[in-house]
């Protein structure tokens, strides 16, 4: 493979990954599977989310979640 194939194989595989995001993104596909993530992540236990005044979901640190485990964990 010469130095002019890897520079056109390089430059197609970027240009199909800008016209997939940008595909993506016009239809609102994007916001969709990021939900959708985000729910079964949710769902199974992987992460903890509160609704916050607006009504979308904020990611909780964990941090805040072993700081109130130890509290109540005292309190037992």
Known sequence: MDATL????????????????????????????????????ESEGFIMTEKDEDGEKELIPVSELIAKALREAKNI
């Open 6 to 41: 890897h520079t056109l194989i390089a430059v197609g595989c970027l240009m199909s990954s800008f016209y997939a995001g940008w595909f993506f993104a016009t239809r609102g596909l994007l916001d969709k599977i990021v939900c959708q993530v985000l729910d079964r992540l």
